[in-house]
């Protein structure tokens, strides 16, 4: 199975919005409704921010928020702020009943 | 709130066999969630290398099926990997992670803090 294709940085300043795409086939991001995206900062574990495309788990900011569109999704961060600087991957369940995640997002706040 | 724990030897010499175990706590390790091994080569991606319910199904990344052993122990509250003829390529950090959600619906709600493993002489 192929990672799903994220793009490698995305920035913005603090307060503007940014959008992360993940890009994968029928066979996963487009055949389900299983999205989920990740924080990573470094050396700490991966932190579920978002899913089922677009549902926040207890505790998440509202800042976060999943989207979904074909075979294409994206996660939006509104009113960027310094914390949020962190390494972001999507991930999604497959035809095949495993799980892939995506190639990983460096989000830099200038 | 669950806690998970991996333990395991932090150098594997090539073509032997990497063993790690996750101690879950906090949580029964025979209730309805899937528990999974992940891990992230040093400064790359994640990697899913598969699942385990507590009755012993499983699932595989095909990438690594052949070399892949999942196995639990409910009396211990722990399941294990094993991942055989390792090399340079098997280094990295592995994770052990509950992972939520019914059916096709999942995702990975609780992580372990990671072990690092390395594959050297």
């Known amino acids: 199975q192929s990672a799903l294709t994220q793009p490698a940085s995305v920035s913005g300043s603090p307060g503007q919005s940014i959008t992360i795409s993940c890009t994968g086939t029928?066979?996963?991001?487009?055949?389900?409704?299983?999205v989920s995206w990740y924080q990573e900062h470094p050396g700490k574990a991966p932190k579920l921010m978002i899913f089922?495309?677009?549902n926040r788990p207890s505790g998440v900011s509202n800042r976060f928020s999943g989207s979904k569109s074909g075979n294409t999704a994206s996660l939006t961060i509104s009113g960027l702020q310094a914390e949020d600087e962190a390494d972001y991957y999507c991930?999604?369940?497959?035809?095949?009943?495993?799980?892939?995640f995506g190639t990983g997002t460096k989000v830099t706040v200038l | 709130q669950v806690q998970l724990r991996e333990s395991g030897p932090g150098l594997v010499k090539p073509s032997e066999t990497l063993s790690l175990t996750c101690s879950v706590s906090?949580?029964?390790?025979?209730?309805?969630?899937?528990w999974d091994w992940i891990r992230q080569p040093p400064g790359k991606g994640l990697e899913w290398i598969g699942s385990?319910?507590?009755?012993?199904?499983?699932y595989y990344n095909p990438s690594l099926k052949s070399r892949v052993t999942f196995s639990v122990d409910t009396s211990k509250s722990q399941f294990s990997l094993r991942l055989s003829s390792v090399t340079a390529a098997d280094t990295g950090v592995y994770y052990c992670?509950?992972?939520?959600?019914?059916?096709?619906?999942?995702?990975?709600?609780?992580w372990g803090q990671g072990t690092l493993v390395t594959v050297s002489s």
């Open positions: 992670a509950r992972q939520s959600g019914v059916g096709s619906s999942n995702y990975v709600d609780s």
């Open positions: 906090g949580h029964s390790i025979r209730s309805d969630y899937y």
């Open positions: 385990l319910y507590h009755t012993g199904s499983t």
């Open positions: 029928s066979s996963d991001v487009g055949g389900y409704d299983s």
């Open positions: 089922d495309v677009n």
């Open positions: 991930s999604s369940h497959t035809s095949s009943s495993t799980r892939v």
